[in-house]
């Protein structure tokens, strides 16, 4: 049945009500549809992602690292492998986006050489989220330049240094280290010399197999890719590098030449295959978080980008959350014409969220709200042998997992769910609002979630994302909308909310 239009307050009855519009039934519920994506710049009040629908999409989700190729520092596998259970349970959270963690490694193993089937496996990824209602952000990882800087058994290091763990990105071919030493002072990862020289030939293009620069080797990698997606829309876009190690003036001004071409590679990859143009994400320097300073200078680009920092300030960083953080990538944004801000990383120790007084999650997602970036957490699942837990294993201690499993790692089996994490994860919001959105709010204590928008162009569908099954959801208060429905997720007792705006302003409060 219809229900709400203008100020209306309704009880709900336990049964299921079938949205008309903006999704599909699937086999584990009703899913919404993934329309192409889109950038809309604003310098004023901060740009929008946008939907070929007109709707601003908020896009949240998570880290998923399971196509990484990592170094691998003991018996265990470095990744998990992706199954139908993990989709399931990011689509039960109610996200709608995972930041697809890709190898340049992988992609090209040898000079001018793409692995198809290793993109096969991509676009599998893909398919699977898109049948959930997730979209897909391919971010090309890189930690420490790449797998192949470990140092040597028996590396001796100075006073002050440890010998260097390999981590992931480039390719053996594509690292020209030198020789350099394989030691990282202070513990590190970037500051190891094998690395500084890597990055170093990359900014300056240094010639590598065949003559041709290291750098445009990998910006023809990413035109590569784009082409073989260029014409799917559950591809929300491209994250050009991973915290891209750009340390002072001349590196900072080389990844904003390696962001321009980065961009131009892209669009003639989605125009060789006659494709549409997806989001180009850009990160500034690896330091933004932890040290401050803005992003690189300007480079060539079009409308659909956006910028992309890690916010981790009172998460692996010293010091409570800063508002400030989200202010500052604000003003970065708006230094390239006010482009929309997503935010890449964010994330903690997931055993904060068994502490009820510990609010870090809870607080940094609704600044999320408060400010509209988009975000995804790091990380969905986190091994045992992953290299981000060799310094523990070298320090005689048994690893301690991130992610939202425990994992045994005597075993490296994973032993459940870390509910406590996922019930502050698992936030109602606005997916999908006509027009621009001005505000989405959620209240856990209450359990009440507000939504409002402007602008919107009549018959435009609206969903939203909260976190209790339908039987649970008793009111419901519209104005300017129509056709009000409630819909189970199908999938961990999540619901959809849609409606259709019927003004240019419009606003919604959920609540159990």
Known sequence: ???????????????????RGGGVPGSHGWRPLLPALHAEPDPVSGGRVVDASGREVLLRGVNLNALVEYWRYGSFPTTFPLTDNDADLISAAGWNTVRLLVSWSRV???????????LDQVARAVQMFERRGVYSIIDFHQDAWGATLAAPAGQTCPAGAEPAFGWDGAPGWATLDGGASRCFPAGIRELSPAVRAAFTAFWNDAPGPGGVGIRTRYTRMLGQVAA????????AGYDVMNEPNAFGTTEVAALGRLTGDAVAAIRAGERSRAGFPHLVFFEPSATWSDLGGGPQPPFPHDANVVFAPHIYRGGITSGPIQRSDFDRARADAATFGGVPVFVGEWGSAPSRADDPADVYFREHQALQDEFHFGASLWTWHESCGDPHKAGDARAGQLPYVWGEFDVDCRTNRITGLRQSLLD????????????????????????????????????????????????????????????????SSGAGGGSYVTAFATRASWAVTVGR
């Open 1 to 19: 049945m219809a229900l709400g239009v203008m100020g209306l307050v309704v009880a709900l009855s336990a049964c299921t009500l079938v949205p």
């Open 108 to 118: 090209e193993p040898s000079p001018g050489v793409y692995d198809e089937q290793y």
């Open 424 to 487: 502050q994860l698992d936030r109602g919001y606005l997916r999908a609002a006509p027009g621009r959105l001005v505000a989405s709010t959620f209240d856990p204590a209450s359990g009440v979630l507000h939504g409002a928008g402007a602008n919107a162009r009549p018959g435009t569908a609206l969903i939203a994302w909260y976190p209790a099954p339908v039987r649970r959801i008793r009111t419901l208060a519209a104005q300017g909308l129509t056709h009000l429905r409630v819909s």
């Open 228 to 235: 073989r997606f260029a014409h799917v829309p559950a591809v």
